[in-house]
């Protein structure tokens, strides 16, 4: 335990060094390219989100220039009409996640039939329904002596599943 904790801090602290090397070191970015009204294109803004590219937001003026070149407000955020709004839409894309395609039901049952505990407790299902029928038939055919279970009634259920 003391030696994954020791582990994970030193590589915080290495990762805190690496980033501190790379803005020392001066990594250049490409200069934003222009997209429509804009001063910074989608790619370069998801490439920075992606790859949480610190250097470049510092490159393009931190949070407020990059709010400039993407003409918004970091105060009060986009201002505009139903114009600026469609051009953004077509500039940057929308705000929305793609949607998943849903499983299926039987794509489902598929999926948990896979699971180990589950076939356990099937196996064990039908091994407990096999012998309990078998029991009934041998009880009910006289060929099992009944008096030998009904001594104590939850042992006839445990002789069904211990035969």
Request: hydrophobic residues 45%; positive net charge.
């Amino acid at each position: 335990m003391i030696r994954a904790h020791a582990q994970v801090i030193r590589a915080a602290l290495l990762f805190k060094l690496a980033g501190q090397r790379a803005i020392v070191l001066g990594t250049t970015v490409a200069p934003p390219s222009p997209n429509g009204d804009y001063e910074i294109g989608l790619e370069q803004l998801a490439s920075m989100n992606r790859d949480h590219n610190i250097t470049a937001l510092q490159q393009y003026g931190g949070v407020k220039g990059l709010a400039e070149m993407i003409k918004t407000d970091v105060e009060t955020g986009i201002y505009g009409d139903e114009n600026e709004l469609s051009r953004r839409k077509n500039a940057f894309g929308s705000n929305t996640y793609p949607v998943k395609k849903g499983r299926s039901f039987l794509r489902f049952l598929w999926e948990a039939w896979q699971d180990l505990t589950l076939i356990i407790l099937i196996i064990a299902a039908v091994a407990s329904l096999t012998l309990g029928i078998k029991i009934e038939n041998l009880l009910c055919c006289n060929l099992l002596d009944r008096s030998r279970f009904n001594f104590v009634p939850c042992l006839d259920r445990f002789a069904e599943v211990a035969l």
